[in-house]
């Protein structure tokens, strides 16, 4: 299979990002990676879709690192708890129905 | 083609400023963007939102929309029917039939468009393919064990001449053992055409798993609910339970409860390491129809067990 993590430079060249612009996502910890700087940093598939992510939303919303990270953050708080009341909510059905 | 109108996108009068305009965008633009919003037509909502403060925040636009909106007939006589002015050729992919009518510009080339990113003549013609995400659905006994999976994906091509157009690709897959719901999958070089002697994009496959008609997912775990008749709760019993890889015998022990979960290890999902565990779920059914001599002898329960479940509201 494929190697499903990214060095830094694949990272800028897949989502065409300035290294500085991905430094700056790091550094708002939008996206945590493996590694202590730059040269040693891994990211995975999800980090490369967070990335996106928050590129669209800084673009699109003009908001700033700062407001991405808190809205990324929240937006995957959101997530879980989405998933988790489907999941609950389908568990009760099995309860309550038949 | 549509009229379309710009104010009432925005929800704004005919003669608001510029500044009522940037709220008024702003405030949709959050409301509608598709990372955000779980709104069903969010995507649609917010490319019309872009398109109508494309126009709207900028002066001569504007003038010009105006003009069309209250004389279109006058203007489909001009030339061409459109203006064609220098400033206005800009990448508009994937706004309407109706702005490039009148502003010019590409036609919807697909909403992947927004995934490009500033790039500069002369790199355009060395541009990484664009990168496709899919969604890949799969079922729960397909995650215990590495499988391999035909999916289908529709791929934007460049033709010969400079034209773009989808086309569909079917790819085998191998996917790995205790892959989670929402990972995604990277397939290298299996996206979209690189422009030039830049590489191909890549293709992300998310993972889905699709709802079992038995087994709820949390997190590596299963949970089964099982229904029990209430004698069965109340003696014990040992009953055949369904697992993913077939059938096991589970001990109910006495006095059982409704809502009482019962392990079972290593038969939940595949981990990255070892097993998720199986949880059953108890659940005491009562018949539906119940016959005299059935009746009579829950009588003589009811009359000899002095239970009041309902103790607790007399404290």
């Not at chain 1, 690192?65 to 009760?92: C, D, M, P, V």
């Not at chain 2, 510029?18 to 917010?46: C, G, M, N, W």
């Not at chain 2, 079917?170 to 989670?180: E, S």
């Not at chain 2, 006095?255 to 779920?281: E, F, P």
Request: aromatic share 8%.
């Amino acid at each position: 299979m494929e190697s499903q993590y990214f060095n830094f430079q694949e990272l800028c060249t897949i989502t065409a990002l300035p290294s500085q612009t991905i430094i700056e996502i790091v550094d708002h910890g939008i996206i945590e990676p493996e590694g202590n700087d730059p040269e040693t940093w891994l990211f995975n598939t999800r980090m490369v879709s967070v990335t996106r992510k928050a590129l669209r939303l800084h673009n699109d919303l003009d908001i700033d690192w700062s407001g991405i990270a808190l809205a990324i953050s929240l937006l995957e708080e959101l997530e879980e708890i989405r998933q988790e009341n489907k999941q609950l909510k389908a568990q009760l059905n099995r309860f309550i129905v038949g | 083609m549509e009229f379309v109108d710009y104010y009432k996108i925005l929800a704004v009068d005919e003669d608001a400023d510029s500044k009522a305009i940037k709220t008024a965008y702003r405030k949709l633009a959050r409301k509608y963007h598709p990372d955000v919003s779980e709104h069903q037509e969010a995507e649609e909502k917010f490319k019309q939102v872009t398109e109508a403060y494309e126009v709207l925040k900028d002066p001569e636009k504007r003038a010009q929309y105006d003009e069309y909106r209250k004389y279109g007939s006058r203007i489909s006589g001009r030339e061409d029917g459109r203006y064609r002015s220098r400033e206005f050729e800009g990448d508009f992919s994937g706004f309407s039939d109706f702005f490039s009518s009148i502003f010019g510009g590409a036609g919807p080339r697909g909403s992947s468009q927004r995934e490009s990113y500033g790039f500069t003549s002369q790199q355009a013609f060395n541009q990484r393919g664009q990168d496709i995400e899919t969604d890949m659905p799969i079922f729960l006994e397909d995650t215990l064990a590495d499988a391999t999976k035909t999916i289908s994906y529709q791929l934007p091509h460049r033709e010969a001449d400079g034209n773009i157009r989808e086309i569909n690709r079917t790819l085998n897959v191998k996917i790995p053992a205790g892959v989670a719901n929402g990972e995604r999958i990277r397939l290298k070089g299996q996206g979209g055409q690189g422009i030039g002697s830049a590489e191909n994009g890549d293709l992300y496959l998310r993972i889905r798993l699709v709802p079992h008609p038995l087994f709820d997912v949390e997190a590596h775990n299963l949970i089964i609910t099982v229904p029990l008749a209430p004698w069965e709760a109340a003696l014990g019993a040992s009953i055949e339970v369904p697992t993913l890889t077939g059938k096991i015998k589970l001990t109910i022990p006495a006095n059982s409860q409704t809502g009482q979960r019962l392990r079972i290890k290593g038969k939940g999902l595949v981990r990255k390491q070892g097993h998720g565990d199986l949880y059953a779920v108890l659940k005491v059914v009562m018949p539906s129809d119940t016959s005299r001599e059935v009746k009579a002898q829950w009588q003589q329960l009811a009359s000899s067990a002095a239970f009041d479940p309902r103790n607790e509201w007399s404290k």
